[in-house]
């Protein structure tokens, strides 16, 4: 099954390092670590391999990818020697990755895209292209009336304002043009009333939002715990300080709401009730690609009895989330095969803000993938 | 259904701030914070309550109940006018607390013992009483063939030399006074061939061992991220600074190792692998009943980027135990009259280091016991 | 040495804990733990007492100090037995606990407190009053001409708009009654031109700002650490989370960014130059008195290694507080009596944000702090 | 001023990575983080610079120095870039780096090294050599009579019998030879009263012992904190995990114990009484040369408060200790010329365990080294 996968934002940390994984792991390289379709529980000859990933994207940036591997390298996200190893094939890559198209109208821009991934597919005759949106987060949008409802949709992205944020619009041209979309970022991308009636329209499916890599993974592990043994979780405050590109974004106060109301929505889901506390987002450069991040639990237990427990995670944020890339494009990939429609809820494991009413704790979550793995690998149209 | 708990060290720090609870919690005085079978999950009528609980036990010290809770009042584990409150209920509770039965050959020990249950047994007219085991940790005890024969062993108990450490003695008593029996301690209890024959005999179930409580328990959850995340755990090192009575004994180096080696299980058995490193157990006398756990999680992500999780955990031992200790007895009361013999594999969320082939995952140990909760509950002989 | 200790939010939890203490500590109930000047290195005898301590106050607020008093023992600031035997002396000092005067301008709110000042003086036969503001931190407060020049000031005072914020009046109102004045919150107090001009023309002395409790704590041993080692640090990021009066307070963003500054100062004070990152301050209302503040500092070494150190500050802010209001008392008092005028800088020991062009290294603000006491020791006036 | 350094140990990771650090710093590609000697208020024309030493050394392995430097930048020690940019000056140094003699008798070995020093001294034109062990840690030696007498010292030396441990033997060998000798590790080293009595019959300085470079660093500025603030220290536990040469070395219990007995020693000094609590040492080979420590500290503040805070440090420890190795070898060079004999106590700011009866705060020792710095600065012989 050769599979097309289109990122937006093709260019930024998390598109690369994914890149430079797939190109390494490819050419035997470097082991699959981190990629969840690699466990013995999720393997499946039925599924697509990474071999047969084929990668393009947009990007509004023009810093070629070798240099932005070079970069990577320098600050310790991918290994000097695979950066090298794989800087033709990176090359090779650079002919589909086309700059984000600018035009008068959303909708000229919306059809610009959906021409770019229908060659895209045509040159390398792909069986189907996902795209997936690693872009910079953006602020929430205004509301418009439009975004409940595609026919209007359809009439306003032609007029002269744009009624779409970029994440939207590209889920609209993604849609469009056949392609499943997945929103790895928190931005609204296809979750708007109109663009699951245009995903339902066009028979596909989409996923999202928000990429679960640090913080929030070990909230969905620890909130249960606390859940199952009937221990009341008083309060849970953390920070998150980060650099690199999607650090400096975030240090924008709107991204910031954005990101931090996404990283908190796991305590109710699995707690049933909101303890006090924040969750913050500074943005410290110097930490470049590695995030650090500290928690501190409040919690009582028998009698009223108080206790505490904190941690602190040492991550990087590229390297966590360059596999799960690969994973999500194999997983669309192959629920579309499977027909699927609509928001893929199975997919809750990879998200801090998933589609659909779904289980925040990650084991329910990991349950579900399983049995989600299963019925797309037995089903084929 | 009039359940009798007979607790093996019932003048100990679990024991007595489990009594304290359970009266509390009895007069309305305070909520079941910590007692697993309070969650709306597992809340069953069929089960029998905290308020149908009859306390008993042994002990070698002969501290008074209200003394040992003035002591945990003292000392921040249970509040002040808790302690108070149940004051008199505790004094009722006195006269079936008693002293461990010491006799010329471990056989005639074991038919005091039984002796002892059997009193328990008529005066209160309970259904059952369920034996668990609280007492201070032991040594590993000396290899004897008798341990793999019922019938040998039943020979030697008559002997003059011991044959079983006092927890496997207890066992036995139990077992063969009709009373299903529980390790909450990592000693070796009914975990002995011949004491499973004696279960089966009988058809009793048994259930351990090693509560937990701490470090283990966040293990429990944080390993089978890495594991479903695909991320491989390099190092797991963590040091247990504990006071206590526990923590005292703890500081002999064979109750230590047993321990220790109690708590490392969970890694192989939901990595799949042994990650370096160790976990140690410090006394520190001055810390009481708090424990302060801290661990360090070293790992490796996508292309071999390192990456790094630490935790403190600072928790009140015997807060956290005594509430299992109500959850086991209801529990193992309610197995026994659904008809369940053996060990009891279906309990494993409450160990460290479980009875059987069973999963060490948090999440799974949890859908084990919900099903069993529910059997139990919907099965009455 | 009878010594007057006027307290500018008198009822408050800093105030009220260091009033338990002295009682506790002059009953012989309690030992002077946390108090400064009772290290073998600052004792002297020349200094006043504990136990010469009389104490008054202004508040705005009319709870009773006994129930204030049992309340922080529910809070566990202090102990329940303590708040108990003191409960009669804490009656005897309501009579000397005010209500602030209102009044129609600033300048008879002066006069009224001054003349509050004289009467505690001359009931009490006291050889000084010392006053020290423990009220709730203020917003910066807006520039104004008249308080770089006292003349100025004196007139604006009998207009009807304010000029001074509570804190500055409070200091205004007590170097005019003749008594030296300390700020231990971050507020303006006596910092200001013409109130150093009155200082002066008074011949009285004055300290501040922002008592020293916690994570600044820290940072001042440890800042010195990295510079000495020729380690340099690159960032220095903190979260400081607090419930309790002071925490609701500092929850005003205004307020605290003027804690947040003050926080930040020892950095380049003793490295020579700011590394990146902030401190931020968390309302948790859960935590009550008890904060717990987390840091994380990255480093370079050698040929450029990188290296961090985190830590995490448990303490209780109340309890920190008191002994020190108790030293200050007894510095200022002795050194108003060796004739000492103008900013104490010799206290910078105890301060955040200490005054004047002083050394941030704990070390070196505790050496300046030994040869004052020498000196106050040494001079009677 | 041309000084010779020799290295005991001069093929492990402390001694290599200085050399690579001299080397590049001389030749303007690092900048001398972590040299104290660097820093505004030490620096001193009249002390050696790090460009003026002169490297060699006595070693029991045989990797060349450029394998172990390349070994160095694959574990992250040093950069990769600046150890391909010294290999040649590496290979210059092998020259420099010779075999441990192995002779019949001690005495005879002990002529052997000396010898050894003789030539590098004249090969190189060399005002002075001063020798530093950077050697595998020892176990405590057996005590023996010649120990505390030189002359029986001499003769036994002489006998077929191993009076001295390696360490002590160098020690000997180097005084003998008219060379300043510094122990940067536990050993014993210089540490017995015949090569106390032989460094004064020669008009030599010597110093000691075990580099501080971690936990015990921060020990002593955090315990002189509690003791400055009259905070009463309950228990002071930590752990240190580390891999590399040093750390396999450590896993051996003797090593071990040497170790963590000289960590320990700040407290009492620092706060005048031993808490409660231990220091652990713990083997993590894939730790490599980083070190991680953590440590919690509890104490009580006003009115018996219970309060903790706990650290965790990150470190590389060569890149920590070889910036030290070039101050300590220009400082004794310096003390010296400057001629100071025995003991160099002011040296203990760069110690675990200081000789002779010196602060153990990091701030005082800090002061005596500084007014050492100006001393051996302002005296020629
Ligand atoms: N790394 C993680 O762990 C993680 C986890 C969850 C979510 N995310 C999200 O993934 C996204 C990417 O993260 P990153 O670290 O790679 O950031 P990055 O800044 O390195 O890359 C973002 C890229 O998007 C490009 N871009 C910006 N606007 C665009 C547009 N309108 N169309 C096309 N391209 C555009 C930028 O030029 C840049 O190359 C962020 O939104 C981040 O919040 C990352
Ligand atoms: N508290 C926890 O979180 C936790 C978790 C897991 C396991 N455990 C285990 O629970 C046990 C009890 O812990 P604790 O804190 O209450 O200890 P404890 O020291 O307070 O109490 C132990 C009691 O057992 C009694 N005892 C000793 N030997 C006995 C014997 N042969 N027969 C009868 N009684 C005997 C002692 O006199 C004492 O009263 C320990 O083995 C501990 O390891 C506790
Ligand atoms: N506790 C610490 O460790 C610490 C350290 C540094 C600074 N401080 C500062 O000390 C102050 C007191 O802290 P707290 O925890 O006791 O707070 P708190 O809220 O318990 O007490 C403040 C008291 O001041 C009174 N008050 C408010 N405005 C007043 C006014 N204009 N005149 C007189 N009284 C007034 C309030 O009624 C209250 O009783 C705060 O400003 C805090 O920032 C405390
Ligand atoms: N790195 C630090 O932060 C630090 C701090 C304090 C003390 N130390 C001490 O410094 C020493 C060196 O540490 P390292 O990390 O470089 O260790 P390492 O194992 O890398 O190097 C030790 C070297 O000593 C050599 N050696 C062993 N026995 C010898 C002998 N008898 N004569 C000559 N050479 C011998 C070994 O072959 C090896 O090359 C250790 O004793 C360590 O405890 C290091
Ligand atoms: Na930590
Ligand atoms: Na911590």
Chains 1, 2, 3, 4 share one sequence.
Not at 183 to 189: E, L, N, V
Not at 198 to 214: I, Q, V
Request: proline share 7%; aromatic share 6%; charged share 20%.
């Amino acid at each position: 099954m050769r599979t097309g996968l289109w990122l937006i934002g093709a260019r930024g940390s998390v598109a690369v390092t994914s890149m430079v994984g797939a190109l390494a792991i490819r050419a035997g390289l470097a082991a699959p670590t981190g990629c969840v379709l690699e466990t013995p529980e999720l393997r499946h000859d039925a599924l697509p391999g990474i071999g047969d990933l084929v990668f393009g994207g947009h990007d509004i940036s023009s810093t070629p990818l070798d240099k932005k591997a070079a970069a990577l390298a320098e600050a310790g996200v991918v290994p000097e020697r695979l950066a090298s190893a794989v800087q033709d094939a990176l090359l090779g890559i650079e002919q589909d990755v086309r700059p984000l198209p600018v035009t008068a109208t959303q909708g000229e821009t919306a059809r610009a895209v959906a021409a770019d991934l229908d060659r895209f597919r045509a040159r390398h005759d792909l069986d189907r292209v996902v795209v997936i949106n690693v872009s910079t987060t953006e602020p929430a949008p205004s509301p418009h009336p439009a975004h409940a409802d595609l026919d209007a949709l359809r009439s306003a992205l032609d007029g002269p304002d744009p009624v779409l944020p970029p994440s939207a619009l590209a889920a609209y041209a993604a849609l469009s043009a056949g392609c499943p979309y997945v929103d790895f970022t928190p931005s609204t991308g296809a979750r708007l009333p109109a663009l699951d009636a245009l995903a339902r329209e066009k028979g596909l499916p989409y996923g999202g939002h928000d990429g679960k890599t640090g913080e929030t993974l070990v909230k969905s592990v620890l909130a249960p715990m606390f859940a199952q043994r009937n221990l009341r979780v008083r309060t849970w405050s953390g920070i998150n300080l980060l650099g690199g590109g999607d650090g400096a974004n975030l240090a924008e106060p709107a991204a910031n709401a954005a990101k931090a109301a996404s990283k908190q929505r796991v305590l109710p889901g699995t707690l049933g009730y909101v303890p006090e506390g924040d969750t913050r987002i500074d943005f410290v450069a110097d930490l470049d690609d590695f995030k650090t991040a500290w928690d501190l639990v409040t919690f009582e237990g028998f009698l009223g009895t108080r206790m505490r427990v904190e941690f602190t995670w040492h991550g990087c944020d590229s390297a966590l989330a360059a596999p799960l890339i690969l994973d999500l494009a194999r997983l669309t990939a192959a629920a579309h095969r499977a027909g699927r429609t609509g928001p893929l809820t199975e997919l809750a494991f990879f998200f801090k803000d998933p589609l659909g009413e779904v289980p925040h704790a990650l084991a329910e979550q990991w349950r579900v993938l399983r049995a989600a793995v299963d019925s797309y690998a037995s089903t084929t149209r």
